[in-house]
């Protein structure tokens, strides 16, 4: 069965703290897709990353980073520099094989950040 | 522009009222689907429409009703709601080859009183 743990429930950071959020992914398929979202307190799920399961490259977007590796099965994401801005809950995701031309996402439980300045 | 629109944005509603909740993407995606999501929980896919045709429902009580009326636009319709019913409906849409990233909507705040 495809499962997706986020083990940290809650993280509190002080400003221009650096912050690693976990994710460990379960799937059976050799062919998958990772992703994060950002769900600040308005509501919206924005979208920050896509990784497929043949891409091992790290990323890095300005302050944020991804770590992938299929050898532990995670993905973490990591936050340099903490800003306030950066306060919401994260959620990791695991896209189910594909088929008929849509995805189901298997979320994590969610990790809520609080950045304080 | 990856923008998934959504109204309203919050809606209360009596247990005998019918409502629609509406979403709009124009991205040309053709995949769309409707989450419910409760206060500190991820969100739970409800349905799927690939191509206009309901792909996939997940076994949601027949008080709510999807609709997909054109490749651009996704309803819900709601009648007879219970107070656990309450919580926040997330839209999202995404191209349609299932490898896709689904990109959401700012969801609407559904009250059942």
């Known amino acids: 069965a495809q499962k997706v743990t986020q083990a940290q429930t809650e993280i509190s950071v002080v400003e221009k703290e650096d912050v690693t959020l976990d994710c460990v992914y379960e799937?059976?398929?050799?062919?998958?897709?990772l992703f994060w979202y950002k769900q600040p307190p308005s509501g919206e799920l924005v979208f920050l990353i896509r990784?497929?399961?043949?891409?091992?490259q790290n990323e890095i977007s300005g302050r944020y980073s991804w770590n992938f590796q299929k050898s532990t099965s995670s993905f973490n994401f990591t936050i340099t520099a903490s800003q306030v801005v950066d306060s919401a809950v994260y959620f990791c995701?695991?896209?189910?094989?594909?088929?008929?031309?849509?995805?189901?996402?298997?979320f994590g439980a969610g990790t809520r950040l609080a950045v304080h300045p | 522009d990856t923008e998934v629109t959504q109204t309203p944005k919050h809606l209360v509603m009596g247990m005998t009222n019918k409502k629609s909740l509406k979403c709009e993407q124009h991205?040309?995606?053709?995949?769309m689907y409707w989450y419910k999501q409760k206060a500190k929980k991820p969100p739970e896919l409800m349905f799927v429409?690939?191509?206009?045709?309901?792909?996939i429902n997940e076994s949601v009580p027949s008080r709510f009703s999807p609709e997909c009326p054109n490749s651009s636009l996704l309803n819900l319709h709601l009648h007879a709601l219970q107070p656990e019913d309450s919580a926040l409906y997330l839209c999202?849409?995404?191209?349609?080859?299932?490898?896709?990233?689904?990109?959401f909507g700012p969801g609407t705040r559904l009250t059942v009183l």
């Open positions: 995701a695991l896209s189910e094989r594909p088929a008929g031309g849509y995805n189901k996402l298997i």
């Open positions: 990784r497929n399961s043949f891409d091992e």
């Open positions: 799937t059976r398929d050799t062919t998958y897709y």
């Open positions: 429409y690939s191509y206009e045709k309901l792909s």
């Open positions: 999202a849409s995404s191209q349609g080859s299932g490898k896709d990233t689904q990109y």
């Open positions: 991205m040309g995606h053709r995949a």
